[in-house]
């Protein structure tokens, strides 16, 4: 099934131009067509409808279903989280979760895909355009049980183009702003929703408290939870992988937390894990000596 090893050094250039396309397109487009032409509301509605789907498709789905099985759910939830995971073109949702698992298991060591000691640049981005990482698919073998998830990693690229790039043009060209939905919906969305998650695997380990494990570079930051749907809580999340949430506390934004429990309460989600209150006053107690 494969080993895992070092990084290779490797630059790949369909990365290189598809970020390319993502500034110039979105970061830069957007804001002159929008000078030009105004905004209509489908074009509010629709980027807004897509940056927030495919953005909790990630942290809802790829992250704390998929990686962690946190919660449980049914295969229509499953498949919308896998569709709009696939829109945001961060791989197939096992080979995400393979390589989140692994970051887990190793963290902060030379075999941890996005390993923090090697800087910000590195563990944001560089990691995915700049480097090629062994992948054990051992770690993911539940996953593999599942047909939704194999027919999305078998297929990613067309469940890719299809919710990332089709479907926002054909409603964009259905409402009469096709160039409008390609910027903001397309180029625009990916963008952000892309960095929000590298954020985690950045930002989420150099600034803020490991108030839950001193020896992990995993920090909990309350801007770092804003930008990526509560991912933010990020030394709590390490200690405890297998919590549903990540903000524990009532006041801690944790919009993916939310979410989860509202999906429990109208019986679309069950088995919600929980670490014991003990266990998290524990582990507190002792990062602080």
């Not at 807004?48 to 759910?73: C, D, E, P």
């Not at 397309?186 to 985690?200: H, P």
Request: contains cysteine.
């Amino acid at each position: 099934m494969g080993d895992y090893g070092p990084p290779k050094r490797v630059t790949k250039w369909a990365g290189v131009v598809l970020f390319t396309v993502l500034i110039s397109c979105g970061v830069i487009g957007t804001p002159i067509y929008i000078y030009h032409h105004g905004l209509a509301l489908s074009e509010i509605l629709l980027f807004t409808f897509y940056f927030f789907a495919t953005s909790f498709s990630i942290t809802m789905g790829y992250h704390r279903l998929f990686s962690h099985v946190t919660y449980k759910t049914n295969n229509f939830i499953r498949f919308l989280l896998l569709f709009f995971g696939a829109a945001t073109y961060e791989e197939s949702a096992l080979k995400w979760a393979s390589q989140h698992r692994q970051h887990h298991q190793f963290t902060d060591t030379p075999l941890d895909p996005h390993n923090s000691k090697r800087g910000f640049w590195y563990c944001h981005i560089g990691w995915i355009i700049f480097y090629k990482h062994a992948v054990n698919w051992d770690n993911v073998k539940d996953l593999m049980q599942s047909k939704l998830v194999m027919h999305q990693h078998k297929y990613i690229d067309l469940w890719s183009v299809t919710a990332g790039i089709f479907l926002p043009l054909a409603i964009g060209w259905a409402t009469g702003h096709l160039l409008g939905a390609f910027l903001m919906s397309v180029c625009l969305r990916m963008f952000l929703v892309m960095n929000s998650a590298f954020f985690i695997n950045s930002y989420a380990h150099m600034i803020g408290d490991n108030e839950f494990n001193r020896e992990e570079s995993a920090r909990d930051h309350w801007l770092g939870a804003i930008i990526t749907n509560g991912e933010g809580y990020h030394s709590y999340h390490h200690k405890f992988p297998n919590d549903y949430r990540n903000g524990i506390r009532w006041h801690y934004w944790d919009p993916t937390k939310w979410a989860i429990f509202l999906l429990s309460k109208l019986g679309l989600a069950w088995d919600l894990k929980r670490t014991p209150s003990s266990l998290i006053q524990s582990a507190f107690a002792a990062a602080q000596r």
